[in-house]
């Protein structure tokens, strides 16, 4: 991990301990944040749609056949548009999301979005350029925000593993509503992608 991305999750955590006595507990037990980015966002992309309502070994196998119609075992926009839809069908898509991947390629192509632009967009300059992409919702672009871009302070209000996680270890009787996760999380600020990835990693633990 290169040292610039440890000193940041350092300075995260040192900020959230100070911040949060339940992130604090959390922090100690989890260990060291492992949150690193990912390149290519046009395949991550690709990925999250096949993804959608499949378990993780579907998944996996859809996107993996994906992956090897193409020579290089490099997914572009233009070889996606150039790929008939009886192959993109062969190998596990559903007629759906063949246009939805495919709607995708042609933002990619056609400057709707524009990869190299995003270190100099806002979270929601990002979003709202994906989202509207047929297949990409908000929780999409969150997750590719958090995963894949490493941006420091995305909260994700409406994903279930955090609003299970934030019942259970800050004790409410139910789930939170956005509302009270986005106030529950003022502290956290401006590091909520690190409080959240602490969240999803200590629904694994056991209570102590």
Known sequence: MPR????????????????????????????????????????????????QQLSLAAAATIFGRFVRLYPTRRLTPPGVLASPVASLRAVGLSQQKVRYVQDLALAFQDG????????????EEIIAALTCIKGIGRWTVEMFLIFSLNRPDVLPV???????????????SAPPSPAILRTLA????????????????????LDR
């Open 4 to 51: 610039i991305l440890i000193d940041h999750h350092r300075a995260a955590c040192r900020h959230l301990r100070a911040a949060d006595p339940t992130m604090r507990k959390l922090i100690n037990r989890v260990g060291r944040c492992r949150l690193v980015p990912r390149r290519g966002a046009f395949g991550i992309l690709c990925d999250s749609i096949i993804s």
């Open 112 to 123: 709707r979005v524009q990869s190299r632009r995003f270190s100099k967009q806002s979270n």
């Open 158 to 172: 409406d994903d279930l593993g955090i609003r299970q996680s934030v019942q259970r270890w800050y004790r409410l």
């Open 186 to 205: 003022e502290p956290w600020h401006p590091y909520e992608s690190i409080a959240c990835w602490y969240l999803w990693k200590a629904r694994r633990l």
